[in-house]
């Protein structure tokens, strides 16, 4: 599905898919649009299925993790274990490397008046399983697509969703299809079978199967994503360079989703994405310090894609890409992320996100 001001392009050397922008003030105007999911009803009879056991509510034993503080750990010092594939070549000193990379660094144009935009994204976060465990830190309403609410939930007690053929139980009560698990509070949590997610969650039941869907905004997802494709303690500067990698790779694909109901997964097969259990202090600031930033190619966002190493980047990207053990390195080095930015995807410029009025 794809929006209908949203055009597709492919360029090389930098990128097999883009999405389309309006430069302006130095920065990006990308238009959205609405999402809407219809469900049609039929008259046909369906055959009588047996009904499923009724699986016993569990406690949620998982406690609802404490959200860190951005920065607040970004002094740990990076490992020493890590190497790039195929190492950089040393130059005589980091003083030297820094000055010499000087030029190569991409430029920031002047931030907006505007502050960046919230943008919202979809990601599966179950497929295709018969039921899920899912909760709340705080008090959270289940409701329909018509927004009437379905049920409550209270704090740390947990609900098993089940799938029935074309419809949903929740415990012992039957469901629409399509439901949305809202919490109340805006610090709110969702738990879905092991994780908690910020947002809500969408559940959709079909064919005797659920899909969990967390709805969130795109800075909020990417405190995550850092952290589930870096480690946390590595350099800032490196951080730095995987959330704006990781903000425009998503933007890519929320122009061209994986699916009607979702942009994108959460394994590596898009972006790797594990909810508030890989946030700390330093992915935060990662992404803070870089809110609405992206990799740009001709007045459009670039797919910018990477991979654990050099040797992982030339056997699936053909070479084009940021391998993140090498912007690991850099960082170590003393490069800030637009010089590692600039290294791993030449011809390519930074802009500020906007959305057009």
Same mark, same amino acid.
């Given at each position: 599905m794809f929006c209908p001001q949203s055009k597709i392009f492919g360029f090389s050397p930098i990128s097999r898919a883009v999405l389309l922008l309006t +430069?302006?003030?130095?920065?990006?105007?990308?238009?959205?649009?609405?999402?809407? +999911?219809?469900v049609q009803s039929t008259s046909r009879v369906q055959p009588v299925r047996p009904s499923p056991p009724v699986i016993p509510a569990p406690e949620l034993t998982t406690l609802v993790p404490t959200q860190p503080t951005p920065g607040s750990d970004i002094q740990r010092p990076a490992p020493t274990k890590t190497k790039p594939a195929v190492p950089f070549s040393k130059p005589t000193s980091q003083a030297s490397s820094y000055q010499a990379t000087q030029a190569e660094a991409l430029a920031l144009p002047p931030k907006p008046d505007q502050d960046s935009p919230r943008v919202p994204i979809r990601v599966a976060i179950a497929q295709q399983s018969p039921y899920?465990?899912?909760? *709340? *830190?705080?008090?959270?309403?289940?409701?329909?697509?018509?927004? $009437? #609410?379905?049920? $409550?939930?209270?704090?740390?007690?947990?609900?098993?969703?089940?799938?029935?053929?074309? $419809?949903?139980? +929740?415990?012992?009560?039957?469901?629409?299809n399509v439901v949305w698990i809202k919490?109340?509070?805006?610090?709110?949590?969702?738990?879905?079978?092991?994780?908690?997610?910020?947002? #809500?969650?969408?559940?959709?039941?079909? @064919?005797?199967?659920?899909?969990?869907? @967390?709805?969130?905004?795109?800075? *909020?997802?990417?405190?995550?994503?850092?952290g589930s494709e870096m480690p946390a303690s590595w350099p800032l500067e490196a951080l730095k360079s995987q959330a704006i990698a990781a903000r425009s790779y998503a933007?890519?694909?929320?122009?061209?989703? #994986?699916?009607?109901?979702?942009?994108?997964?959460?394994?590596?097969?898009?972006?790797?994405?594990?909810? +508030?259990?890989?946030?700390?202090?330093?992915t935060l600031a990662a992404v803070e310090e870089t809110a609405g930033i992206v990799l740009s190619h001709n007045g459009a966002v670039v797919e910018s894609l990477y991979a654990a190493s050099d040797q992982i980047v030339r056997e699936v990207h053909k070479g084009f890409g940021m391998s993140q053990n090498g912007a690991n390195q850099l960082a170590q080095r003393q490069y800030n992320y637009q010089q590692i930015l600039a290294h791993f995807y030449p011809g390519t410029r930074l802009a500020w996100l906007q959305f057009s009025s």
């Open positions: +430069i302006s003030l130095g920065g990006l105007i990308v238009s959205g649009c609405d999402r809407q +999911i219809t899920l465990v899912i909760g *709340s *830190s705080t008090p959270a309403t289940v409701v329909d697509q018509q927004g $009437q #609410a379905v049920k $409550q939930l209270v704090p740390s007690a947990a609900e098993n969703f089940m799938a029935q053929g074309g $419809q949903l139980r +929740i415990g012992a009560q039957s469901a629409p919490p109340e509070s805006a610090t709110g949590l969702v738990y879905v079978s092991g994780r908690w997610y910020r947002g #809500a969650v969408q559940v959709v039941a079909n @064919n005797g199967k659920l899909t969990g869907v @967390n709805h969130l905004d795109m800075e *909020s997802y990417l405190y995550s994503v850092v933007l890519a694909h929320i122009a061209r989703p #994986a699916n009607p109901l979702f942009d994108l997964g959460d394994t590596q097969r898009w972006q790797a994405y594990k909810g +508030i259990e890989t946030e700390t202090g330093s």
